[in-house]
């Protein structure tokens, strides 16, 4: 998968990652989330939660897990700068690279990664981040929100329908029907 997309300009002068949400409609938006010095990992994933939970409603979350039978993943996806001056901000090529299950996890439990360094969480996933003193405008990766069907949720859904229908089914033969 690869798509065009109009990133915003990063904050001069301080550490950020840029986080994407990709809605179930395809459509991506882009945001950066600050990361300051020493910052734990718990804490960023409570800030890219907190994002995203800001951007999507929970009647929206709702529909993307109970009706869609979806849930959000994080996937680390590569950046391309494709050089536009005509446009504020930075027209940049994403290309999925692939889910991350760590991070997945921890958005809905963010405390997963309390035990993890803040060292080794920067070295593991320092691709994501432009440093405050840096000649890029864009990291080279930046994390993606987007939906991936629930396997668990939609055999539940599965087994739920055909227990209802089979004791429809039956009622309905002893009712007489």
């Known amino acids: 998968m690869s798509s065009r997309l109009l990133i915003p300009t990063a904050p001069q002068g301080q550490r950020c990652c840029l986080v994407l949400f990709k809605s179930s409609m395809g459509i991506i938006q882009a945001e950066y989330i600050l990361v300051l010095a020493d910052y734990p990992p718990e804490a960023f994933i409570q800030d890219v939660k907190d994002l995203y939970e800001s951007k999507v409603s929970n009647a929206k979350r ?40 760590a991070l997945t996890a921890a958005l809905s439990k963010p405390d997963l990664l309390a035990d993890m360094p803040s060292a080794e969480f920067l070295r593991n996933y320092g691709s994501i981040f432009l440093d405050a003193h840096r000649n890029a405008h864009l990291p080279a990766h930046a994390i993606m929100i987007n939906l991936r069907k629930d396997p668990v949720a939609a055999k539940i859904a599965g087994r739920l329908v055909s227990t209802v229908s089979i004791g429809l089914g039956i009622g309905l033969q002893f009712a007489g029907v």
Request: charged share 15%.
């Open 62 to 101: 709702a529909y993307y897990r109970y009706i869609l039978l979806s849930k959000p993943i994080i996937s680390i996806v590569s950046i391309w700068e494709v050089n536009s001056p005509s446009t504020p901000g930075h027209n940049a090529f994403i290309c999925e690279v692939t889910a991350d299950e």
